[in-house]
């Protein structure tokens, strides 16, 4: 059987013809044609002027890339789950973001990837010093510490020197294994660690509950 359908855009609610393409939103919810949610070539325009990238800061807790982005006309998306696709060159968010945009923010996050590369700890080293602990280390990107004090409190390993979150995570790793090398020897004390004083939000580190003992 025809149909007819009114093109309607969803979007402004206009009529509208158009032109060589008809653009339309891709939604579960929609299954018959007449129920599609077309897009007129206004309304894709706008779509496209709007997704100027200000601001995109990137984060990565645990393996899960999020990111917050601000758009040149203010609008801010915050925590978007991101996932950057090496082979497009693109990160997909859960929003729908034009191409364009899309490869600008894969640009911006090859820049924090490679901040965060530097970040990496190279060498670390754990020494007992009297009661408490000095650790000497260096990054990738060739930051250099030298017999930092440290101590163990409630879980967290509390660093004398304020450092980068990520170069904090990468000594708590690192303490870990040194701490699990102790334990073969015998000589280890209650296994704790994480985070430093400034930490926002307080997570303890030490992987414990683990069966396997990983973290
Ligand atoms: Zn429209």
């Known amino acids: 059987m025809i149909r007819s359908v009114d093109l309607i855009c969803s979007r402004c609610g206009k009529s509208f013809v158009p032109k060589e393409r008809l653009f339309y939103q891709d939604d579960?919810?929609?299954?018959?044609?007449?129920?599609?949610?077309?897009i007129?070539?206004?309304?894709m325009a706008k779509w496209h002027d709007r997704w100027k990238i200000?601001?995109?800061?990137?984060?990565?807790?645990?393996?899960?890339?999020?990111?917050?982005?601000?758009?040149?006309?203010?609008?801010?998306?915050?925590?978007?789950?991101?996932?950057?696709?090496?082979?497009?060159?693109t990160v997909v968010t859960g929003e729908d973001i034009p191409e364009e945009a899309a490869k600008d923010l894969f640009a911006r996050w090859e820049k924090f990837a490679a901040e965060?590369?530097?970040k990496q700890i190279k060498d670390c080293?754990?020494?007992?010093?009297?009661?408490?602990?000095?650790?000497?280390?260096?990054?990738?990107?060739?930051?250099?510490?030298?017999h930092v004090?440290?101590?163990?409190?409630?879980?967290?390993?509390?660093?004398?020197?304020?450092?980068?979150?990520d170069i904090m995570e990468g000594i708590v790793t690192a303490y870990k294994s040194?701490?699990?090398?102790?334990?073969?020897?015998?000589?280890?004390?209650?296994p704790a660690a994480a985070?430093?004083?400034?930490?926002?939000?307080?997570?303890?580190?030490?992987?414990?509950?683990?069966p396997d003992g990983k973290a």
């Open 195 to 210: 985070s430093a004083a400034r930490r926002k939000r307080p997570r303890p580190a030490w992987p414990g509950t683990g």
């Open 149 to 165: 004090p440290f101590s163990i409190k409630d879980g967290y390993l509390i660093l004398e020197e304020d450092v980068d979150e």
């Open 54 to 89: 200000k601001d995109a800061v990137f984060s990565e807790r645990d393996y899960v890339l999020t990111v917050d982005i601000t758009l040149e006309d203010g609008t801010r998306f915050e925590h978007l789950d991101a996932t950057p696709i090496e082979e497009t060159g």
């Open 178 to 190: 040194y701490l699990s090398q102790e334990t073969m020897l015998g000589t280890s004390e209650s």
């Open 28 to 38: 579960f919810t929609a299954a018959p044609l007449k129920d599609t949610k077309f």
């Open 125 to 146: 080293f754990f020494e007992k010093k009297g009661e408490g602990y000095e650790v000497s280390f260096t990054t990738v990107g060739g930051e250099k510490h030298d």
């Open 116 to 118: 965060k590369e530097k």
């Open 40 to 43: 007129c070539d206004e309304c």
